[in-house]
């Protein structure tokens, strides 16, 4: 069964810096690859997909993440953090072949300071 | 147009209690979801349908049971409501069981 590993609960950057959600996923099959959002109080929504095209995606909100067969790694980044970005992150995986069986990271909390 | 909606959005109520939570989805979805995220932001599905047909039923105490209409709902209903169970519960869709999938706002249920 596939799943995911996030690095670090809880990243905390200044505003105008770079941001990095380190994500690492295990899976048997090729899989696609998520990365969610969720602001305070609301559900999450989707800011990025791998689903086997180009190996660096782009986001929403500026944010891209590179997927890294050789490292099982599918890291977040961008390049200069903003306020409005404070939130949880979640990154997920899912079999390519089938099943209704996403996985989620346990979340890492951006906390942006000014 | 909402995409996914839950109601209620706030639901307070005393241990021993039976609750149901509905959700409704207009994107023409086949998959529907519901996930369990506790006070620690992490989030667990409990239960998944493709055109109301349960595909996914993890761990959960028997005192939950989903209920789907037709492929648009997926209803939660919880019998002699504990203390645990007190937690936010989401609601999702998919198109097919690997696609993004879009949440609905979340209903916040405390057990007193």
């Known amino acids: 069964a596939q799943s995911v590993t996030q690095l670090g609960s809880h990243v905390s950057v200044s505003e105008g810096a770079l941001v990095l959600l380190r994500c690492n996923y295990s899976?048997?099959?090729?899989?696609?690859l998520f990365w969610y959002v969720q602001y305070p109080n609301q559900g999450l929504q989707l800011l990025l997909k791998y689903t086997s095209a180009a190996t660096l995606v782009k986001g929403i909100n500026g944010f891209e993440a590179e997927f890294k067969k050789s490292e099982t790694s599918f890291h977040l980044t961008k390049p200069s953090a903003h306020m409005s970005d404070a939130a949880e992150y979640f990154c997920a995986v899912s079999d390519r072949y089938g099943g209704n069986d996403m996985r989620f990271g346990a979340g890492t909390r951006l906390t942006v300071k000014p | 147009d909402t995409a996914v909606s839950q109601t209620p959005k706030y639901l307070v109520t005393q241990m021993g209690n039976d609750k149901s939570i509905k959700c409704e989805q207009n994107l023409g979805h086949d998959t529907m979801y519901w996930y369990k995220q506790d006070s620690k932001k992490f989030l667990k599905i409990m239960f998944s349908?493709?055109?109301?047909?349960?595909?996914i039923n993890e761990t959960v105490p028997n005192r939950f049971s989903p209920k789907s209409p037709d492929k648009a709902h997926l209803n939660l209903h919880i019998n002699s409501l504990e203390l645990g169970d007190s937690a936010v519960y989401f609601c999702?869709?998919?198109?097919?069981?690997?696609?993004?999938?879009?949440f609905g706002p979340g209903t916040r249920l405390t057990v007193l």
């Open positions: 349908y493709n055109n109301k047909e349960l595909i």
């Open positions: 999702a869709s998919s198109q097919t069981g690997v696609d993004e999938q879009f």
């Open positions: 899976s048997s099959v090729p899989p696609y």
